[in-house]
Protein backbone atom coordinates (compact mmCIF):
# COMPACT_ATOMS: atom_id res chain seq x y z
CA UNK A 1 0.00 0.00 0.00
CA UNK A 2 1.29 3.15 -0.74
CA UNK A 3 0.80 6.21 1.44
CA UNK A 4 1.35 9.84 0.15
CA UNK A 5 2.59 12.60 2.41
CA UNK A 6 2.38 16.59 1.63
CA UNK A 7 5.01 18.82 3.50
CA UNK A 8 6.28 22.32 2.91
CA UNK A 9 3.51 23.94 3.59
CA UNK A 10 3.77 27.22 5.84
CA UNK A 11 3.48 30.67 6.62
CA UNK A 12 4.18 33.77 3.38
CA UNK A 13 3.74 36.85 2.94
CA UNK A 14 1.86 37.83 -0.49
CA UNK A 15 4.18 37.76 -3.57
CA UNK A 16 6.54 35.19 -2.02
CA UNK A 17 7.22 31.95 -2.85
CA UNK A 18 6.94 28.36 -1.67
CA UNK A 19 7.38 25.10 -2.20
CA UNK A 20 5.60 22.04 -0.99
CA UNK A 21 6.24 18.47 -1.35
CA UNK A 22 4.23 15.09 -2.21
CA UNK A 23 6.40 11.96 -0.97
CA UNK A 24 5.17 8.76 -2.19
CA UNK A 25 6.21 6.40 0.42
CA UNK A 26 5.44 2.02 0.59
CA UNK A 27 6.54 -0.74 -0.91
CA UNK A 28 5.03 -0.46 -4.30
CA UNK A 29 3.80 3.07 -6.59
CA UNK A 30 1.71 2.35 -9.54
CA UNK A 31 0.06 6.15 -10.08
CA UNK A 32 -0.09 7.25 -13.57
CA UNK A 33 -0.96 10.93 -12.91
CA UNK A 34 0.06 13.04 -9.81
CA UNK A 35 -2.31 15.50 -9.01
CA UNK A 36 -2.43 18.56 -6.61
CA UNK A 37 -5.73 19.80 -5.66
CA UNK A 38 -6.72 23.04 -2.26
CA UNK A 39 -9.46 23.43 0.11
CA UNK A 40 -10.09 26.74 1.60
CA UNK A 41 -12.34 27.18 4.62
CA UNK A 42 -15.58 27.13 3.77
CA UNK A 43 -15.32 25.97 -0.28
CA UNK A 44 -14.96 23.21 -1.83
CA UNK A 45 -11.95 21.61 -3.40
CA UNK A 46 -10.16 22.46 -6.33
CA UNK A 47 -7.82 21.39 -8.84
CA UNK A 48 -4.60 23.29 -9.49
CA UNK A 49 -2.30 21.09 -11.45
CA UNK A 50 -1.31 17.56 -12.89
CA UNK A 51 1.48 15.72 -14.39
CA UNK A 52 1.75 12.46 -16.21
CA UNK A 53 4.55 10.62 -13.98
CA UNK A 54 6.24 8.60 -16.80
CA UNK A 55 5.50 11.10 -19.69
CA UNK A 56 6.16 14.44 -17.94
CA UNK A 57 3.30 16.36 -19.11
CA UNK A 58 1.30 18.71 -17.46
CA UNK A 59 -1.98 20.42 -16.93
CA UNK A 60 -3.05 23.59 -14.96
CA UNK A 61 -5.84 25.14 -13.77
CA UNK A 62 -6.43 28.95 -15.34
CA UNK A 63 -6.36 30.21 -11.91
CA UNK A 64 -2.54 29.17 -11.10
CA UNK A 65 -1.37 28.92 -14.74
CA UNK A 66 1.86 30.94 -14.65
CA UNK A 67 1.92 31.05 -11.05
CA UNK A 68 2.52 27.77 -10.33
CA UNK A 69 4.95 24.94 -11.62
CA UNK A 70 4.97 21.08 -11.06
CA UNK A 71 7.07 18.48 -11.20
CA UNK A 72 8.32 15.19 -10.09
CA UNK A 73 11.69 13.24 -9.35
CA UNK A 74 10.82 9.49 -10.66
CA UNK A 75 13.82 8.05 -8.95
CA UNK A 76 12.58 9.57 -5.39
CA UNK A 77 8.89 9.25 -6.25
CA UNK A 78 8.62 12.91 -4.95
CA UNK A 79 6.37 15.60 -6.56
CA UNK A 80 6.76 18.74 -6.48
CA UNK A 81 4.45 22.35 -6.25
CA UNK A 82 6.47 25.77 -6.95
CA UNK A 83 4.39 28.86 -6.10
CA UNK A 84 5.33 32.04 -6.87
CA UNK A 85 3.79 35.21 -6.86
CA UNK A 86 1.32 34.07 -3.86
CA UNK A 87 -1.92 35.83 -3.19
CA UNK A 88 -3.73 35.71 0.07
CA UNK A 89 -6.40 33.67 -1.64
CA UNK A 90 -4.01 31.22 -2.19
CA UNK A 91 -4.10 30.70 1.45
CA UNK A 92 -5.55 26.56 1.51
CA UNK A 93 -5.13 23.34 2.84
CA UNK A 94 -3.13 22.01 -0.38
CA UNK A 95 -3.29 18.03 -1.09
CA UNK A 96 -1.64 15.99 -3.27
CA UNK A 97 -3.42 13.09 -5.05
CA UNK A 98 -2.65 9.94 -7.21
CA UNK A 99 -4.63 8.78 -10.39
CA UNK A 100 -4.21 4.78 -11.69
CA UNK A 101 -5.63 5.68 -14.90
CA UNK A 102 -4.12 8.26 -17.67
CA UNK A 103 -5.75 11.65 -18.29
CA UNK A 104 -6.02 14.51 -15.82
CA UNK A 105 -9.64 14.71 -15.68
CA UNK A 106 -11.86 11.48 -13.52
CA UNK A 107 -11.10 10.33 -10.07
CA UNK A 108 -8.02 10.45 -8.05
CA UNK A 109 -7.61 7.23 -5.83
CA UNK A 110 -5.44 8.10 -2.93
CA UNK A 111 -4.97 10.99 -1.41
CA UNK A 112 -2.62 12.49 0.98
CA UNK A 113 -3.58 14.25 4.37
CA UNK A 114 -2.75 17.69 3.38
CA UNK A 115 -0.28 20.69 4.14
CA UNK A 116 -1.21 24.14 4.96
CA UNK A 117 -0.38 27.28 3.41
CA UNK A 118 -0.87 30.63 4.79
CA UNK A 119 -0.53 33.67 2.84
CA UNK A 120 -0.37 36.86 4.38
CA UNK A 121 -1.25 40.58 2.90
Known amino acids: QVQLVESGGGLVQAGGSLRISCAAS????????MGWFRQAPGKGREFLAAISWSGGSTYYADSVKGRFTISRDNAKNIMYLQMNSLKPEDTAVYYC??????????????WGQGTQVTVSS
Open 26 to 33: GRTFSGNV
Open 97 to 110: ASRRLSGFVGPYDL
